[in-house]
Nanobody, 127 residues
Framework: QVQVAEIGGGLLQVGGSLRPSCTVS????????MGWFRQAPGKEREGIAC????????YYADSVKGRFTISRDNAKDTIYLEMNGLEPEDTATYYC????????????????????WGQGTQVTVSS
């Protein structure tokens, strides 16, 4: 059984930094791309970052590009999301998910290409 678990959310002020992580078990982790998504209250879930199985290729939503960095440690079956310069608009529940297909520039943010979602971790940024 595949299990995905995110940790590391929190409450912080504008301009702060956070580094949530996501660990996967029961899955051949180092053969698949992984993604981070977020969902704010009243809004649809959006893809914000994706990383290839090797970590060599990354994709970012325009809303986080230059502020967030996705990375992975295949030895630990874990991905990370380094978030800097946080803004109130970043307040959301953050999810990670494992992807079956190879990500492309056009498809990396399509949530229907992902399986095995975690329960999410809450990030709240106060002004």
């Amino acid at each position: 059984q595949v299990q995905v678990a995110e940790i590391g959310g929190g409450l912080l002020q504008v301009g702060g930094s956070l580094r949530p992580s996501c660990t996967v078990s029961g899955w051949v982790f180092d053969e698949h791309a992984m993604g981070w998504f977020r969902q704010a209250p009243g809004k649809e879930r959006e893809g914000i970052a994706c990383i290839s199985w090797s970590g060599d290729t990354t994709y970012y939503a325009d809303s986080v590009k230059g502020r967030f960095t996705i990375s992975r440690d295949n030895a630990k079956d874990t991905i990370y999301l380094e978030m800097n310069g946080l803004e109130p608009e970043d307040t959301a529940t953050y999810y990670c998910a494992a992807r079956f297909s190879l990500p492309t520039e056009l498809s990396w943010g399509d949530e229907y290409e992902y399986r095995h979602w975690g329960q999410g971790t809450q990030v709240t940024v106060s002004s």
